[in-house]
């Protein structure tokens, strides 16, 4: 009797321990799907971040290129009408100068069509879950923000909260504005984040603040501004396609003024979905 009971208990443990192995494994595997998911949604966004960068970059080179080149132009086109009176009237002058006029034309119209894809906004919005949104972005800063000990204080975001934009760009917002905030905070004694949560029946206003050393005046009045930057690595990209993503989805992004002791906060508003 006290064998059989024996065989019985042993037995028993060993399912035991076959379920648990069988739920940790299931768990594991659950786990590194999550990872990959959110390894590919990263470079999704860095993606994107990268595309808007050259965006930027490349209306910015257009617009400088064009300055210079409509001065070539003109120069040309002034030899060109100068030349009969020159005498002798060298051979080839008047040849070269309208094969200048046309190229300096055909660059004009190659920065044009640059200028015009850089700017194009892919325009459409759709309803999104802000919540969703928000969390996604929050898990792609986690691992940092867990190792600085940054505190995040999140007010509950309603499920159904929805705001009109696009799901990877109003994240590229949120990741922009995040990352900045966790970079202020690097060796802050005790670095936190707060997060707020303003509605109205028409927009939807989010504001993330931290407790870094806040805006300098000068980063304050160029925040917007293309290849501003304080960081030895920085692009100073970050925040002028953060706002023009917010803009194309009809809304805003903006910074309180600096104030002394402040650290820094920025409001995105944004539409309500109907
Ligand atoms: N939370 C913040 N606290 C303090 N300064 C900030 C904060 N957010 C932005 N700034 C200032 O604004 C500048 C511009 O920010 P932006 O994100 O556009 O560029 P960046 O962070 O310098 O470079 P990147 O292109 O990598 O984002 C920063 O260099 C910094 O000086
Ligand atoms: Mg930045």
Redesign the pocket.
């Known amino acids: 009797r006290r064998a059989e009971a024996e065989r019985r208990y042993s037995a028993d443990l060993e399912r035991a321990v076959e379920e648990r192995t069988r739920a940790l494994s299931d768990e594991m595997r659950e786990r590194k799907a999550t990872e990959q998911r959110l390894g590919a949604l990263q470079a999704d966004l860095v993606q994107a971040n990268k595309l808007a ?1 050259l965006g930027q970059i490349t209306a910015g080179v257009a617009h400088e290129v064009n300055q210079p080149l409509a001065t070539i132009r003109l120069l040309a086109e002034n030899g060109l009408a100068m030349l009969p009176d020159a005498r002798p009237a060298p051979p080839e002058v008047a040849g070269n100068l309208a094969t200048i006029v046309r190229m300096a034309d055909r660059i004009g119209h190659i920065t044009a069509e640059l200028r015009g894809f850089a700017r194009k906004a892919t325009g459409r919005t759709e309803p999104v879950k802000l919540g969703e949104a928000f969390e996604a972005s929050l898990l792609l800063h986690a691992s940092r923000l867990r190792s600085d000990m940054v505190r995040v204080i999140a007010p509950p975001i309603p499920p159904d909260l929805a705001v009109m934009g696009d799901r990877i760009r109003l994240e590229q917002i949120l990741v ?2 995040l ?3 966790q ?3 690097a060796d802050r004694p005790d670095p936190q984040i707060v997060v707020t949560l303003r509605q109205t029946a028409e927009t939807v206003t989010l504001s ?1 603040a ?1 407790n ?5 005046p ?3 009045a ?3 501004i ?1 290849f ?4 030895p ?10 706002h023009d993503i917010a803009r194309d989805f009809g809304g805003s992004l903006r ?1 309180d003024p600096p104030a002394p002791g402040q ?4 409001h995105l508003d944004l539409r309500r979905a109907p």
Request: hydrophobic share 50%; glycine share 14%; aromatic share 4%.
């Open positions: 960068a922009n504005v990352q900045n905030a970079d202020a905070l993330i931290d870094g050393p806040g805006l300098s000068e980063a304050a160029k925040l917007f293309p501003t930057t304080t960081k690595d920085g692009l100073g990209l970050g925040l002028v396609i953060a910074a650290g820094a906060t920025f």
